[in-house]
């Protein structure tokens, strides 16, 4: 019923910087807080960006000053905005909105940083 689909993952040299998407469907878009997360192979999956249904905003430490999360309510999508990559940011990134007691995940889209 909730479909989440990221877009604009890919290979960036680090100290550069990419773009992510995560357009949603299914859902009252505008009542939930979105949440970024990575994963890479061995580790857990961890929150780097969410935000809330008023547009507040928070980060992990690792990626603060880095990163900046935003959303349009209007085209249901939330953004990543990812500068000063590092390889260390390299990852599978995921948008995730809870409903109804329910996590719902999108696909995932990869990110490289080369050094």
């Known amino acids: 019923q909730v479909h989440l689909v990221e877009s604009g993952g890919g290979l960036v040299q680090a100290g550069g910087s990419l773009r992510l998407s995560c357009r949603a469907s299914?859902?009252?878009?505008?009542?939930?807080?979105v949440d970024w997360y990575r994963q890479v192979p061995g580790s857990q999956r961890e929150m780097v960006a969410t935000?809330?249904?008023?547009?507040?905003?928070d980060y992990a430490e690792s990626v603060k000053g880095r990163f900046a999360i935003s959303r349009d309510n209007v085209w249901t999508t939330s953004h990543l905005q990812m500068n000063s990559l590092k390889v260390d940011d390299t990852g599978v990134y995921y948008c995730?909105?809870?409903?109804?007691?329910?996590?719902?995940w999108g696909r995932g889209t990869q990110v490289t940083v080369s050094s």
């Open positions: 935000i809330d249904s008023s547009g507040r905003a």
């Open positions: 995730h909105i809870k409903r109804a007691g329910y996590d719902f």
């Open positions: 299914g859902v009252n878009f505008k009542l939930h807080p």
